[in-house]
Nanobody
Framework: QVQLVESGGGLVQAGGSLRLSCAAS????????MAWFRQPPGKEREFVAA????????SYADSVKGRFTISRDNAKNTVYLQMNGLKPEDTAVYSC?????????????????WGQGTQVTVSS
């Protein structure tokens, strides 16, 4: 079992930055691939970024490449999402997720542990 708690969301102006954190509990965190997904208002949940168990492999949605960076600290059982150059279209509830394998995947159904989400609002 893995429990996930996100933090770091908030209101920011376009062009600004935020760093999201996801604290995990559970003995197997260091062997789980982790990901961030987001759900914009009135839309389906979508993939943002993922990172392998070691941190050596990352994957990003095209819409955030070059602006967002996913990282993890296995000693602290935490995964991060650094978001720079934020745009109004980045407004969404951001959730972190874990899967029972160390390999990166980009679809919702591949992840079976989810946090409650944190709101990110970008004003124009």
């Amino acid at each position: 079992q893995v429990q996930l708690v996100e933090s770091g969301g908030g209101l920011v102006q376009a062009g600004g930055s935020l760093r999201l954190s996801c604290a995990a509990s559970g003995r197997t965190f260091s062997t789980n691939a982790m990901a961030w997904f987001r759900q914009p208002p009135g839309k389906e949940r979508e993939f943002v970024a993922a990172i392998s168990w070691s941190g050596g492999i990352t994957s990003y949605a095209d819409s955030v490449k070059g602006r967002f960076t996913i990282s993890r600290d296995n000693a602290k059982n935490t995964v991060y999402l650094q978001m720079n150059g934020l745009k109004p279209e980045d407004t969404a509830v951001y959730s972190c997720a874990a899967r029972p394998s160390g390999y990166v995947r980009e679809t919702v159904r591949e992840y079976n542990y989810w946090g409650q989400g944190t709101q990110v609002t970008v004003s124009s």
